[in-house]
């Protein structure tokens, strides 16, 4: 389970997008980081937000030997 | 030199010799022909057998199997599309082995809602290598199944090679994905196509088959896909992105990194926006991507096009050993002066009050030491060994763009060597901290 997430890095790049990286701690102390290119204007805290579940699903699946 | 002929509607002897008397399947004509050299299949071929398909190629290079521009030319003289090889409703899977080249060919896996209903190329126990150009795969079944490469018993030789070029990849579910399983896989021109469903995540790996990755040149935006390549499979792969088109917005990597001998992702030159400069590096200790606009060294490094950049490298809980760092890409400069000392300088930026010390980071330069030979020597100023006392390394006063930055943090990486030989000096910055610098990777000689 994650128990903390944060927007670690925020880098604008030439173009108007920004480069992020999220950090995601879960409840054994693993940290999970997740990074992508957004475009201009995309929301990325609510993506962050949202991508808590999609994320524990994955540690599930993982740790279920998939 | 044998032709063989293919065509479901075809209702004579089914021996192959001709269109009028052609096998109606696939399988039955590679089952029989096993010296075939060229197979034709009629453009409107379509079998959909219920059951299984296994498609056993001859063992060694050289058998064609194409779609025929028509099925009333005899022999064929021109290659074409709309032949279709489907398992059909069932829940099986269709394996495709040996030594072939294909073209034109549509290959379907089962509909039923099975995760039997895989397409396995470069499938089997012994080796196999095959090319497939213009040809499609189409993944009906909505449960979690995958278009494989490699032998999906996971008990094949290790000489398996498949190339995919300007093929169509056609996905049924969210939790499809293309997998790779022991193979050396080279995939040029691919197409998503966007009538399919959307995969959560496009690529993925397998444990315990090592694979080698090659895509370029493809339009990857075709469905607009979450992450690029899952790298949570406890296995070595190594996957090279090349001058591709990408949905916007992507992860290019997801999944946790099993350790220092997993997956390896460098994409360079791909992005869902007119640049041409991108790259990014995934590793387990973390990612070095490319920085423009912003947080770049002026009068520091600049692509061919002039565009300035910098790296950004991104330390993760995994990079924080001395022996095993995060390495930036190579960046170097070619050398002529031999037989007196340089300096070469490396400038660094990063947003925090405390300055970075040498067992965090350093510079690792390799140089032509050796005279009358080609053998390198590699310097670094790093910590001297594990036990040492880890010192700051240097403050700079360069000028950097610090956009956002609220304590912008300066310093400059250096080493002193003798090159004996011109040629190339060849520097990677190292970094064994959780935390995020960025790297002029231009090197400064003095």
Not at chain 2, 170 to 182: D, P, V, W
Not at chain 2, 268 to 275: E, M, Y
Request: glycine share 8%; charged share 15%; hydrophobic share 40%.
């Amino acid at each position: 389970m994650i128990i903390s997430s944060e927007i670690f890095l925020v880098s604008p790049q030439a173009d108007g997008r920004k480069y992020i990286i999220e950090k995601h701690i879960t409840d054994s102390g693993r940290e999970i980081q997740v990074q992508y290119l957004a475009d201009v204007g995309f929301d990325f805290e609510a993506k962050m937000v949202d991508r808590v579940p999609e994320l524990e699903a994955q540690i599930a699946a993982e740790e279920g030997g998939e | 030199m044998a032709l063989i002929y293919v065509d479901s509607a075809a209702s004579g002897a089914a021996n192959g010799t001709s269109w009028a008397d052609a096998y109606t399947t696939l399988a039955a004509a590679l089952a029989t022909e096993t010296d075939a050299d060229t197979v034709w299949l009629s453009p409107s071929h379509l079998e959909a057998t219920g059951a299984a398909v296994t498609l056993t190629a001859p063992t060694t290079m050289g058998c064609r199997i194409m779609c025929a521009a028509d099925n009333t030319t005899t022999p064929p003289v021109a290659v074409g599309t709309g032949a279709i090889v489907s398992v059909g409703t069932a829940s099986a899977a269709m394996s495709i082995r040996g030594f072939a080249y294909f073209y034109g060919i549509t290959f379907r896996g089962g509909t039923n809602v099975s995760v039997a209903n895989t397409i396995n190329v470069g499938d089997g126990v012994v080796a196999a290598g095959q090319v497939f150009s213009n040809c499609t795969f189409e993944l009906p079944s909505t449960a979690a199944v995958a278009l494989q490469f490699g032998p999906a018993a996971q008990a094949g030789t290790d000489d398996v090679f498949v190339k995919l070029r300007n093929c169509t990849v056609k996905f049924g579910a969210t939790t499809q994905s293309l997998k790779m399983l022991h193979a050396a896989v080279e995939i040029q021109g691919l197409t998503v196509d966007s009538s399919g469903s959307t995969p959560a995540t496009l690529f993925a790996g397998t444990a315990a088959t090592p694979s080698n990755i090659l895509v370029e040149a493809s339009d990857l935006s075709g469905e607009a896909f979450t992450n690029l390549v899952n790298v949570g499979t406890a296995c070595y792969s190594r996957w090279n992105f090349r001058n591709c088109k990408l949905p916007s917005s992507i992860s290019v990597v997801t999944g946790t990194n099993p350790g220092i001998g997993g997956p390896r992702v460098f994409m360079h030159s791909c992005d869902s926006a007119d640049t041409h400069i991108r790259f990014a590096e995934h590793s387990w200790q973390g990612s070095v991507v490319s920085q423009t606009g912003t947080l770049i060294r002026t009068g520091g490094a600049t692509q061919a096009d002039g565009t300035a950049f910098s790296f950004l490298m991104n330390g993760s809980a995994n990079s924080v050993h001395l022996w095993a760092p995060l390495q930036s890409p190579e960046f170097a400069v070619y050398n002529t002066a031999v037989g007196s000392a340089l300096t070469a300088t490396v400038e660094i930026l990063r947003d925090n009050v405390t300055a970075l010390k040498d067992n965090e980071i350093w510079l690792e330069v390799q140089y032509l030491g050796t005279s009358g030979f080609p053998q390198g020597s590699i310097i670094n100023d790093r910590m001297t060994t594990v036990m040492s006392t880890p010192a700051n390394q240097a403050s700079s006063s360069v000028t950097w763009d610090t956009t956002g930055m609220t304590n912008a943090n300066k310093q400059k990486l250096e080493v002193t060597f003798t090159p004996r030989e011109a040629g190339y000096i060849i520097a990677r910055v190292m970094l064994a901290a959780n935390t995020s610098v960025y790297v002029d990777p231009y090197i400064t000689l003095a």
